[in-house]
């Protein structure tokens, strides 16, 4: 199959998955630096019938990480901070409204240990600190029964009408953030002993370059990253729109598509689409780690930049080579670096020393994916996908079975597992387009399940 064919499966298939309800959203696939496929798929606005575009601005929820992580190595070329740095080192109590230093101590057996396991940044930035997730608390009962859960504590504390006006208006402090919930909390182990993907990681990471610069982080990332990055259509606007209408950005939250067991065992069928919730303000608290908006052409861009012209971001290549080093064990041969997952090479003399970089995110009923499949012959020659939607799905359980199926989809191949990942079909779409150039890859028929379980956060 030459890759014309590989590009006309790719558009057949998104273009049969929106039909279907499946995906809504853009495709986009380059090599190296230069762009070969992009199109839009689906509704913008489903009441209005308004169509999305290839330019569309999305929020791309935990894509954001990788900025974050890229801002802090900004800092570490410049010998403001240290990799292995405690990050109680760029902590000042007064920040926090404290007056005594920041002192974790891991929570363990029912009790919490006495001596302070300040975690350094590196276990920030690849998910190995022990802090509590935030923006999914509570996991583990004690979180919320112990007063650790910032949404728990909103709830027995109210914020007042102007604390909720100025969360709305967004650009307030990671260290705010922080204060509120994470600051006297336990972690959940021992820092760098294991995997666990928090969000409250990247507000950390958002105040050090905050404190360190003396910049608010929106300030920097425009100023550092956006701008000479001449990523135009990418948007720091935690207020969403309050503030400014920004032209392009897609109207709220995006959809629910829900799906339930149909008139024949093991059919799924769609049942209903509804609005997803957004939060006023919850983009300021994804401050670091969930707060930019984009196109799937400017993340392109932003990939293409960082593998290919690091130095236009003011960074090295031996400075990417360290972020994008395996640094925590999901599952498999998946590791989280910093900002990124990626799955390590066999083969020694691979660029980075990687197959694979990737990162998604979810939010608002909206799913993204970037990501980019190493070339032996280096970066110029790698493939890069963004593949961004504004439905999120819904799959009622369904009776254990060996497989279902979806109404209207073609059996050629594809078995659909009766729980799906709700990401399934985008991720799908992601996989064909990173594949298109390796032959033997985009060969293969539909991935099982377990291909697909790639870790996404928020």
Request: hydrophobic share 40%; net charge negative.
């Amino acid at each position: 199959m030459t890759t014309s064919n590989f590009f006309k499966k790719l558009d057949r298939t998104a273009s049969l998955y929106k039909d279907l309800r499946l995906f809504s959203g853009v495709a986009t696939v380059a090599r190296g630096s230069q762009s070969r496929f992009s199109m839009p798929y689906g509704d913008a606005h489903i009441e209005t019938s308004s169509k999305l575009h290839t330019h569309q601005i999305f929020p791309v929820a935990s894509i954001s990480k990788s900025f974050t992580a890229v801002a802090v190595h900004q800092l570490i070329e410049q010998g403001l901070v240290g990799w292995d740095d405690p990050v109680d080192k760029h902590m000042r109590p007064k920040d926090f409204d404290r007056s005594s230093p920041w002192c974790p101590r891991v929570f363990s057996n029912e009790s919490t240990l006495a001596e302070c396991r300040v975690p350094t940044i590196k276990q920030l930035l690849s998910m190995s600190s022990g802090l509590i997730d935030q923006l999914t608390c509570p996991q583990a009962p004690w979180e919320s029964e112990g007063g650790h859960c910032l949404l728990t504590k909103a709830f027995e504390q109210p914020f007042g009408i102007s604390d909720l006006a100025w969360l709305a208006k967004g650009d307030v402090p990671a260290a705010w953030w922080f204060s509120q919930a994470s600051y006297d909390a336990p972690l959940r182990f021992e820092p760098g002993t294991r995997f666990d993907y928090s969000n409250t990681n990247y507000w950390l990471a958002a105040h050090i370059v905050e404190a360190v610069t003396e910049m608010p982080f929106k300030q920097y990332i425009e100023s550092h990253i956006l701008q000479p990055a001449r990523l135009d259509s990418t948007i720091y606007d935690t207020s969403v729109g309050l503030n400014q209408v920004q032209m392009g950005t897609l109207p709220g939250s995006g959809y629910l598509v829900d799906f339930s067991e149909g008139s024949e065992p093991g059919m799924y069928q769609h049942s209903r689409t509804t609005r997803a919730m957004a939060l006023s303000g919850e983009l300021s608290a994804g401050i670091g780690c969930s707060s930019l908006q984009s196109t799937t052409s400017d993340i392109i861009r932003w990939y293409q930049l960082l593998f290919m012209q690091p130095e236009v971001l003011n960074l090295t290549r031996a400075a990417v080579a360290r972020l994008l080093q395996p640094s925590t064990h999901i599952y498999g041969n998946l590791y989280y670096a910093q900002g990124f997952h990626v799955v390590p090479s066999a083969d020694p003399s691979m660029p980075y020393g990687i197959d694979l970089a990737y990162h998604g995110g979810a939010i608002w009923g909206y799913k993204t994916f970037a990501g980019l499949r190493m070339a032996q012959s280096g970066p110029e020659d790698s493939t890069i996908a963004a593949v961004f939607s504004n439905r999120k799905l819904i799959f009622d359980e369904v009776a254990a079975r060996d497989s279902c199926s979806i109404v209207g989809l073609p059996e050629v191949g594809l078995k659909v597992p009766c729980n799906p990942n709700p990401l399934m079909f985008l991720d799908h779409l992601a996989q064909l387009g990173l594949d298109i150039y390796n032959t033997e890859l985009a060969a293969q028929a539909f991935p099982s399940p377990e291909a697909l379980a790639m870790e996404t956060g928020f």
